[in-house]
């Protein structure tokens, strides 16, 4: 097939459009930098294509799931587990879970927006306990990023004074709901820290987007613009530089390398056509998510790079990690026959518990913060499933009618999410077999979870349990068994992948240094999970913001004194 | 009530500046929909794109023992459960065997004890049969298929008839709509919980 060269050179050309991407083109094209975006999805525009305030009743699914859309059908991110035509394996005894957004924004369409900084201890804890290792940078050196990103897209929260849960610029935080007091009550009696939730909802306006309505329905897309998701804060204003140039459905294979050893573009599929591309730049910036960047780094080989491009020192792919998580629930009989009231809120809850216990005194390393769920949320497809395991334990008819009524946001939620330590078993690699419909080799994975995520995540369900019953709930699941991993979700499902292009101070044990340079190809550089040294007992986010807005000013910088 | 396009675009327009309605519609949800239905004659003039003539017949009986209708909402098939179960049959093919499968199932039981199928049985017959399987906890395990059936019948007909426009009008569900400053729960909301 012939390759079709386009005469452009861009100055930069980023791959991947979520967090980490969208915050390289803001930066580099407010920078001057003339810009190429490439997405492997199609275009989203929240202001056209959000589904906000549709009722159940207006579509055949209710809000089911459709294939391109596994949370529901008006959930914002199209793509999923499994993607058609593009597979990925695991190897033999191992389980992971991968979900890739496949449109532009990525997945920062339906997230949570619970965006926490990492603390100043999440930044050094090999020096803590002696596991993992440290990253080459510290809280203070990020810290004035994470200020500008707070300025910059907008979050709610409330300062604290908490150690290593760092205060930021806060718009106010919503008044709790009833359940969540009734949570927080709980929470105080067992000295478990329960405060405002941090999510990036503007509960006042801020750079031309209005506040929040509070129709509680973030994930669908905000037709207003009232959160964070990368097309309409970021993308969108960049392009109005007049620099940026977005292309979509380009499904990057490779980086490509010129005489010098430097990167000198990239490869791509045009999804459209089928046709192969390529695309001349002066920097390369991978930001495809920690996974789908560390493919591509693997699978540009070249004489220069025989193990694939910035992988000299072997480790693209390793020190894989995800969030941890495990979930349980409760039906609370105090919530039964709730007075109605509009309940819906923000799309997230109002508060939430971050890590709370010095690990000195517990059997397991690292810590996790909880999300709570609950409320008399707008009923949709599934909507009170297994009303037989309620009190009266199923039925017909008239007292079956009354029971929804009765039980209706009368269950209340907790979900742990934890902090993961890297180890030698949990890995991607390019599969040696397999490719995808463009022909490009895909990952595999292997996965294995150690008993330091095993014994936290008992801890989580001892928690839980131990608040739940405090509220008087009925728990009908019973506590998880050694054996089943004390109920531990699989590796991948809580989409916090990180850490396969680490940076570090050491060029044999890192890939990126601390500015997320590749060590052997000074133009290319990470700006996704990848770059990750830890996870933290916080959602990554915010970090990938800041980082990448740290590592686009470091391109900016480099480029003005003609380096790149 | 305004459409959801109508109220998106008059958000944007507005900006931040709230001037719709809240929570007109609760009360009148039932109403208006049965207006809406009969004028387009839902029910009668839909035509099954998967349960046969019988499995419609049936599913039409069988929904409204389970959701009827009582002084507050109309019942399950006032609410189109049926029309919205044959739906989502076509969109997934993968659930129709264990769906029509059960409905197989109850006609057999009906026959082996009454012989008569489920929609020839008397009310009394019917309501034999729904009381081994409708209580999980309690029922004799020769009824095991038929209770692991109907739990996720009685579960998507729930669904069906309480995304209908009736169903959450009688939940009283009162959201889903843009709310210009949020003051939290209601005060008695909070005062019932002691909060």
């Known amino acids: ?564 | 009530m305004l459409s959801r396009r109508e109220m998106v675009a008059a958000m944007a327009a507005a900006a931040g500046a709230f001037a719709l309605p809240t929570q007109a519609r609760a009360a009148e949800a039932s109403r208006d929909v049965t207006a809406a239905r009969m004028a387009r004659g839902v029910g009668a003039a839909y035509e099954p794109k998967v349960y046969t003539k019988h499995e419609w017949e049936t599913v039409r009986v069988l929904v409204d023992y389970i959701i009827p209708k009582d002084d507050r909402s109309g019942s399950a098939t006032d609410a189109a459960v049926p029309e919205f179960m044959d739906t989502m049959l076509h969109l997934e093919p993968g659930m129709r065997v264990a769906h029509r499968g059960g409905i197989a199932w109850l006609d057999h039981e009906c026959l082996r004890r009454f012989s008569k199928d489920f929609v020839s049985a008397s009310d009394a017959e019917r309501k034999l049969v729904l009381d081994d399987i409708a209580f999980p906890r309690t029922a004799k395990p020769e009824f095991s298929h038929g209770v692991a059936w109907f739990n996720s019948f009685r579960d998507f007909t729930a669904t069906g008839f309480f995304t209908s426009e009736i169903g959450v009008g009688d939940l009283g569900y009162v959201g889903n709509t843009p709310v210009a400053d949020w003051t939290g729960c209601t005060p008695e909301a909070y005062r019932r919980l002691g909060v």
């Open chain 1, 1 to 564: 097939m012939p390759i079709f060269k386009r005469r452009d050179v861009y100055d930069v050309v980023i791959v991947g459009s979520g967090a980490g991407g969208g915050m390289a083109a803001h930066e580099l094209t407010k920078a001057g930098a003339r810009v190429l975006l490439l997405e492997a999805g199609g275009m989203w525009d929240n202001s056209k294509d959000s589904s906000m305030l549709a009722w159940p009743w207006e579509t055949d699914r209710r809000g089911g799931s459709t294939p391109e859309r596994p949370f529901g059908e008006h959930d914002a991110c199209i793509g999923g587990w499994n993607i058609p035509g593009e597979p990925f394996t695991t190897a033999p005894g191992s389980r992971f879970s991968w979900w890739r957004g496949r449109m532009l924004g990525g997945r920062t369409n339906h997230w949570g927006r619970i965006s926490l900084r990492f603390g100043p201890d999440d930044f050094q804890r090999k020096s803590i306990d002696g596991l993992g290792d440290n990253w080459p940078i510290t809280y203070d050196e990020i810290k004035p990023y994470y200020d500008e990103v707070d300025k910059l897209v907008g979050i709610f929260g409330s300062n604290e004074g908490l150690r290593n849960h760092p205060d930021g610029h806060f718009l106010p935080a919503p008044a709790p709901r009833c359940w969540e007091r009734l949570v927080k009550k709980a929470a105080d009696r067992h000295a478990v820290t329960c405060i405002p939730s941090r999510l990036s909802i503007l509960t006042r306006p801020v750079n031309g987007r209005p506040a929040c309505h509070y129709c509680g329905q973030c994930n669908r897309g905000c037709a207003t613009n009232s959160n964070f998701s990368s097309p309409n804060v970021l993308i969108y204003p960049a392009q109005q530089t007049g620099r940026l140039t977005i292309r979509t459905d380009a499904m990057v294979r490779e980086v490509s390398v010129g005489k010098n050893g430097l990167a000198d573009g990239v490869l791509y599929i045009d999804k459209i056509t089928g046709q192969e591309e390529r695309v001349d730049a002066r920097v390369v910036v991978l930001a495809a998510s920690a996974c789908e960047s560390a493919r591509i780094m693997l699978n540009s080989k070249s004489s220069a790079f025989p193990q694939g491009i910035g992988n000299s020192s072997g480790v693209v792919g390793k020190y894989l990690t995800d969030t941890t998580g495990t979930d349980v629930g409760g039906f609370i009989p105090a919530l039964m026959d709730q007075p109605r009231h509009n309940c819906d809120g923000v799309g997230g809850a109002h508060l939430y518990m971050p890590w709370w216990v010095d690990n000195k005194k517990l059997d397991f390393p690292r810590g996790y913060h909880i999300e709570i769920w609950g409320g008399l949320g707008m009923p949709g497809y599934g909507f009170m499933g297994g009303i037989h395991n309620y009190p009266p334990g199923g039925g017909y008819g008239a007292s079956l009618k009354n029971d929804y009524r009765k039980y209706w946001g009368a269950t209340i939620g907790f979900s742990g999410r934890g902090e993961m330590i890297p180890n030698a078993d949990s890995y991607c690699e390019i599969d040696p077999r397999m490719v995808d419909q463009w022909g490009i080799p895909v990952l595999r994975f292997s996965w294995k979870w150690s008993d330091h995520e095993h014994l936290q995540v008992k801890h989580m369900q001892e928690t839980f349990r131990t608040l739940l019953a405090e509220m008087g709930a009925e728990v009908r699941s019973t506590m998880p068994t050694r054996e089943s991993g004390y109920g531990i979700a699989t590796g991948g499902s809580i989409i916090h992948e990180l850490g396969t292009v680490r940076m570090g101070n050491d060029p044999k044990t890192s890939a990126l240094d601390s500015n997320c340079t590749a060590w052997d190809c000074k133009n290319l550089f990470v700006a996704d999970g990848g770059p990750f040294v830890s996870q933290a007992d916080k959602n990554p986010t915010w970090t990938i913001l800041a980082l990448s807005m740290r590592t686009s000013r470091h391109i900016a910088a480099q480029r003005k004194a003609g380096k790149l």
